[in-house]
């Protein structure tokens, strides 16, 4: 079984990287009709500044990777998401804490703290189409499939699937958060923009842990 440890921590922002570059006109073709069409371009910065700064100066401990990806997400994504994913990433991190390795159990504790702090920071809860659609039930279902005895990349794949069936579930939803929700009725019919690059944030995971 794959350790979390900073080497796993690296390949996700690697893979994370590289998925969100690749995606990044898709997901600003998702954030034209109901947002501003920037999200692609937004996580695109994000994640190549995070990527360039652990380069430059390697980060000891996942925890502290994550936390140093959220601090340049916060400082280099202007959009909504920005604040959003940084908080996610860094509380996640300060909840892994300093160790050189987290047990998976421990993963899926500090992934919920961050997706907790997403909610509180943005006031959204499920349904509302945002992030927190996919975010929601990937780290449930990380958590439920680590209950019922998987191992780590066994339990990252069902966070996978759980996080792209929430982004796909976001199209019939009423916008009530962020840019969409000045659509109302219109902003339905469309697939979020951040609960799809939510998914492939996780789909990162999983693919760090060999699944
Ligand atoms: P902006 O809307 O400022 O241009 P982005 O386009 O980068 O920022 O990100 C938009 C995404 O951010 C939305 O698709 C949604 O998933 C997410 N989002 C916006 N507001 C919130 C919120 N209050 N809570 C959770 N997620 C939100
Ligand atoms: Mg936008
Ligand atoms: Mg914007």
């Known amino acids: 079984e794959p350790v979390v440890d900073t080497e796993f921590a690296r390949r996700w922002l690697e893979t994370a990287t590289a998925a969100v570059t ?4 898709r997901l600003t073709e998702l954030d034209s009709p109901i947002g501003d069409a920037d999200h692609g371009a937004n996580m695109r910065r994000g994640f190549t500044a995070a990527r360039d700064a652990v380069a430059k100066e390697p980060p000891d401990t996942p925890g502290r990777l994550l936390v140093r990806v959220g601090r340049e997400l916060i400082s280099t994504v202007g959009g ?9 990433l860094r509380r996640t991190g300060k909840a892994l804490g300093e160790a050189a390795t987290a047990t998976p159990e421990q993963l899926g504790d500090a992934l919920r703290a961050g997706v907790d702090a997403v909610a509180q920071l943005g006031g959204a809860a499920p349904g509302d189409k945002t992030m927190l659609d996919a975010l929601v039930p990937a780290t449930e ?5 680590l209950d019922a005895g998987a191992g780590l990349a066994e339990a990252l794949a069902a966070a996978r699937s759980a996080a792209d069936e929430g982004a796909a579930a976001t199209v019939p939803m009423l916008a009530r958060k962020g840019r969409a929700s000045y659509l109302g ?27």
């Open 22 to 25: 690749r995606e990044a006109d």
């Open 80 to 88: 909504a998401s920005g604040p959003l994913y940084g908080t996610l």
């Open 141 to 145: 279902a990380l958590a439920f499939a």
């Open 185 to 211: 009725e219109r902003s339905v019919g469309h697939q979020d923009p951040g609960a799809t690059s939510a998914a492939l944030l996780v789909a990162a995971l999983a693919s760090a842990a060999g699944a």
